[in-house]
C-alpha cells in the first residue's frame, strides 16, 4: 500500500503531493498557524513541515506507542489529542504538548475516539462505544465526567465544532445509511444535512464558517474501511448545494479528523494506492 499525503486548493480545484511514501499514513491535520501538517502512522504521530523539503519527524508522545487515526490541534497550537491504547488496551483520549511529551489521561470511559476540539480549546467531542453503542460524548480537556449528547439513535460517530461553537456537525446512520446531521453542543436541535444513496462520513466545517467537507461511500460499503473507491464532497452549513469534489481511491485514513487550512482556502487529505493498481 502506497500513501499519497495531498493537499486540495479550493480556488484553483487543484490537489498537489505534499509527501509520498510506502508506508501506510492517515489523517492530516493542519496546524493553526499554518505551518505543518500532522499524521499517525505505525502508531506513532509525525510532523510534514510545510516549508521544507524533507521527511516526515517523529513527535515525542512518551509511553504511546498505539495511537490511531484520532487525532487532532488545539485552536491555540498548543496541545494534541489523541488516541492510543498502549496502557489500557482500548482506545482512550490523552492530551499532551504540541513540541511533544508525556501524555495525560483525559476520559475514564473506554474505547472513546476523539474527533472535535471546541473552538475556545475547553471541550473534547468524541465518539464513545458503551455497550456496544456508539454514541457522540464531550468532555472538558481537564478531564472529568462526559457529556452524553446522543442516545443510541442508530450509530453516532465523527463529531467536529463548526468555527463559531454554535454547532457539531457528526455523522450518524439513525435514518438507515450513514447520513450528515449536526446538532447544537448540549444535543438539542438536531437536524439532519444529508439525504443521499451514499454512505456519508466524517464532516469537518471550515474555519470560515461556510462550508463542511465529508467522505461519501458507495451505499452497500459497510462503517468506514480502508482501500474503497470514495468521494470528497462539500456542502453549505445548512446542507445546501452538495457538490462533489472529486473520487479517489482512499476511504479510512483519509480524513478521519479536522483537516482544513486556518485560512479555510484549502485541506489536505491521504490518498491511497491499491498494490496492483
Not at 490511531?68 to 504538548?97: E, F, K, W
Not at 473534547?124 to 458503551?130: E, H, N, S
Request: aromatic content about 10%.
Amino acid at each position: 500500500m502506497r500513501s499519497s499525503v495531498e493537499i486540495y486548493d479550493m480556488e484553483t480545484r487543484t490537489s498537489t503531493v505534499v509527501w509520498e511514501t510506502d508506508l501506510l499514513v492517515e489523517a492530516p491535520n493542519w496546524s493553526p498557524d499554518g505551518s505543518y501538517l500532522l499524521i499517525n502512522g505505525d502508531g506513532l504521530l509525525h510532523r510534514i513541515w510545510l516549508d521544507e523539503d524533507s521527511e516526515p519527524e517523529e513527535v515525542d508522545t512518551g509511553f504511546a506507542i498505539r495511537i490511531n487515526n484520532d487525532h487532532g490541534i488545539s485552536p491555540d497550537g498548543s496541545m494534541l489529542a489523541i488516541c492510543d491504547r498502549t496502557l489500557v488496551g482500548q482506545s482512550c483520549i490523552y492530551v499532551l504538548p504540541a513540541e511533544g511529551g508525556m501524555p495525560r489521561q483525559v476520559t475514564k470511559n473506554m474505547p472513546s475516539y476523539w474527533h472535535g476540539w471546541s473552538p475556545d480549546g475547553k471541550t473534547l467531542a468524541y465518539c464513545g462505544i458503551r455497550d456496544d453503542i456508539f454514541d457522540i460524548y464531550t468532555i472538558p480537556v481537564d478531564g472529568g465526567d462526559e457529556l452524553r449528547l446522543t442516545q443510541g439513535e442508530g450509530r453516532n460517530d465523527g463529531p467536529d465544532w463548526s468555527a463559531d461553537g454554535e454547532w457539531i456537525y457528526f455523522n450518524s446512520s439513525r435514518s438507515g445509511l450513514m447520513q450528515i446531521w449536526r446538532m447544537r453542543p448540549d444535543g438539542r436541535d438536531v437536524q439532519r444535512l444529508t439525504n443521499s444513496d451514499s454512505g456519508d462520513w466524517f464532516p469537518h466545517p471550515s474555519p470560515n464558517n461556510d462550508k463542511v467537507l465529508y467522505l461519501s461511500y458507495a451505499p452497500d460499503v459497510f462503517d468506514h474501511p480502508r482501500d474503497k473507491d470514495v468521494k470528497l464532497c462539500l456542502m453549505d452549513m445548512d446542507g445546501s448545494n452538495q457538490e462533489v469534489l472529486f473520487e479517489l481511491f482512499g476511504g479510512q485514513g483519509t480524513i478521519n479528523v479536522p483537516n482544513w487550512s486556518p485560512d479555510g482556502g484549502a485541506f489536505a487529505y491521504v490518498r491511497y494506492f491499491p498494490e496492483n493498481p
